[in-house]
T-cell receptor, first 112, second 110 residues
Framework: EPEVTQTPSHQVTQMGQEVILRCVPISNHLYFYWYRQILGQKVEFLVSFYNNEISEKSEIFDDQFSVERPDGSNFTLKIRSTKLEDSAMYFC??????????FGQGTRLTVV | RKEVEQDPGPFNVPEGATVAFNCTYSNSASQSFFWYRQDCRKEPKLLMSVYSSGNEDGRFTAQLNRASQYISLLIRDSKLSDSATYLCVVIVSDTDKLIFGTGTRLQVFP
């Protein structure tokens, strides 16, 4: 069964450092997303990406965040200067159509 | 008011029991509805879409009441493997983002 894959599974970084979280969406999917989940809290939308551009972003997705689809397979989330409050599980997801999204196993980001 | 609201639980039920969860949403422009399941420290997984006419998938039945803005999930004949957090998810029209509720935790015991 096709799946969304994310790397790394766990990333520890110092405050102020840049991190890049990587995702390989399911190959025939058209919509790509990043969500995050702070421990014990709900899953929160960050950004959606369709047709090679951002289609929607949340208030969380400020200037410190960016996304790229550098080639036909990868989808990355960059956080330029990490803060302690960026510590969370980051999920990449993809879908053929809106709603029926398949999530990757997540990258646990710990900012120290 | 929260966009998507759920009773956090936990719901502790014996194997074989029937359990129901409700979810309310605040935006009347919501157009698509889903239940996802999340195991501890794992990713959300789509359980089922929710249609206006109601729909069933094996032991799971989902209902939508647009007038009252609530969605329900009924699980019959609970199994130990049903233990998880059930996430109510809504999409508002003209957007493609999933809006998650906080989830309802279910624990099925032997």
């Amino acid at each position: 069964e096709p799946e969304v894959t994310q790397t790394p599974s766990h990333q520890v970084t110092q405050m102020g450092q840049e991190v890049i979280l990587r995702c390989v969406p399911i190959s025939n999917h058209l919509y790509f997303y990043w969500y995050r989940q702070i421990l014990g809290q709900k899953v929160e939308f960050l950004v959606s990406f369709y047709n090679n551009e951002i289609s929607e972003k949340s208030e969380i997705f400020d200037d410190q965040f960016s996304v790229e689809r550098p080639d036909g397979s990868n989808f990355t989330l960059k956080i330029r200067s990490t803060k302690l409050e960026d510590s969370a599980m980051y999920f990449c997801a993809s879908s053929e159509a809106t709603g029926r999204a398949f999530f990757g196993q997540g990258t646990r980001l710990t900012v120290v | 008011r929260k966009e998507v609201e759920q009773d956090p639980g936990p719901f502790n039920v014996p194997e074989g029991a029937t359990v129901a969860f409700n979810c309310t949403y605040s935006n009347s422009a919501s157009q698509s509805f889903f239940w996802y399941r999340q195991d501890c420290r794992k990713e959300p997984k789509l359980l089922m879409s929710v249609y206006s006419s109601g729909n069933e998938d094996g032991r799971f039945t989902a209902q939508l009441n647009r007038a009252s803005q609530y969605i329900s999930l009924l699980i019959r004949d609970s199994k130990l493997s049903d233990s998880a957090t059930y996430l109510c998810v809504v999409i508002v029209s003209d957007t493609d983002k999933l809006i998650f509720g906080t989830g309802t935790r279910l624990q099925v015991f032997p």
